[in-house]
């Protein structure tokens, strides 16, 4: 996150940056998380039937579970 922080203060004003991801459990879901917790405009695209995995291992298919957990 301390890294986030430091590239968003140093963007230029003309460069937005978003994270688009298909939240699958591992590096889409630390980015999805890491970009709603900083403030930059994530979107999730999940397919039909999408889950992830929680720390202790359980398949989950839960939105609100996915961004806050």
């Known amino acids: 996150f301390e890294l986030l922080d430091i590239v968003i203060a140093n963007l230029p004003s003309n460069i ?3 994270v688009r991801t298909g939240g ?3 590096f889409d879901e630390a980015g999805a998380k890491a ?3 900083v403030g930059i405009p994530t979107t999730v695209l999940a397919p ?3 889950m992830f995995r929680d720390v ?4 989950i ?5 996915f961004k806050w957990t």
């Open 16 to 18: 937005k940056l978003t």
């Open 35 to 37: 970009g709603m917790k």
């Open 24 to 26: 699958q459990t591992g």
């Open 56 to 59: 202790s291992g359980k398949d």
């Open 61 to 65: 298919s839960n939105e609100r579970l």
């Open 48 to 50: 039909k039937g999408w």
